[in-house]
T-cell receptor
Framework: AQSVAQPEDQVNVAEGNPLTVKCTYSVSGNPYLFWYVQYPNRGLQFLLKYITGDNLVKGSYGFEAEFNKSQTSFHLKKPSALVSDSALYFCAVRDRVRGYSTLTFGKGTMLLVSP | EAGVAQSPRYKIIEKRQSVAFWCNPISGHATLYWYQQILGQGPKLLIQFQNNGVVDDSQLPKDRFSAERLKGVDSTLKIQPAKLEDSAVYLC?????????????FGPGTRLTVT
């Protein structure tokens, strides 16, 4: 089965500084990877996905993610953090069941951006 | 376009009672998902529908949980009888087509507390 791991429960960063939220994956075959964000009392919102192509994927709200096959990682990054980026971030990997796509999520990383 | 709608937003019940959640996906989305998100964990897929057929319900506790998607649009998830460990946020999501890696769009969730 496909899986992802998010090694950090929480990441703290000061506003204006670059941020990185880590994700590693374990898959058989080519990985299809996703990042979602969850604000308090809200559902998950799609940020970006890697299917194939460039290793640097750009997404919503200025976020990007770097796919690294040799390190089996898909870290989420942003050059300059905003206080409003504070939220819960989930990495996910596509799995396939009887020809249909499904997602397996990591446990999540809380990002706290201080003013 | 309207997002995924869920109701109720919050529900408190006693153990052994029954409860039902409703979801209305984005218009035109063939695939509908129900997830369970326990505090501190990532969402776990309970059941996936493609139109009105079940694609994957391998993680649905079928002795107490049931779900249906009549006419391939709205869906309901029921728990009967509820246990304390069912306390969680129940998320509904939809995607254009479950056979491809389209992103999933999530509703705001229903927070269930079982006392």
């Amino acid at each position: 089965a496909q899986s992802v791991a998010q090694p950090e429960d929480q990441v703290n960063v000061a506003e204006g500084n670059p941020l990185t939220v880590k994700c590693t994956y374990s898959v058989s075959g080519n990985p299809y990877l996703f990042w979602y964000v969850q604000y308090p009392n809200r559902g998950l919102q799609f940020l970006l996905k890697y299917i194939t192509g460039d290793n640097l994927v750009k997404g919503s709200y200025g976020f990007e993610a770097e796919f690294n096959k040799s390190q089996t990682s898909f870290h989420l990054k942003k050059p300059s953090a905003l206080v409003s980026d504070s939220a819960l971030y989930f990495c996910a990997v596509r799995d396939r069941v009887r020809g249909y796509s499904t997602l397996t999520f990591g446990k999540g990383t809380m990002l706290l951006v201080s003013p | 376009e309207a997002g995924v709608a869920q109701s109720p937003r919050y529900k408190i019940i006693e153990k052994r009672q029954s409860v039902a959640f409703w979801c209305n996906p984005i218009s035109g989305h063939a695939t509908l998902y129900w997830y369970q998100q326990i505090l501190g964990q990532g969402p776990k897929l309970l059941i996936q529908f493609q139109n009105n057929g079940v694609v994957d319900d391998s993680q649905l506790p079928k002795d107490r949980f049931s779900a249906e998607r009549l006419k391939g649009v709205d869906s309901t998830l029921k728990i009967q009888p509820a246990k304390l460990e069912d306390s969680a946020v129940y998320l509904c999501a939809s995607s254009l087509d479950g056979t491809e890696s389209y992103e999933q769009y999530f509703g705001p969730g229903t927070r269930l507390t079982v006392t």
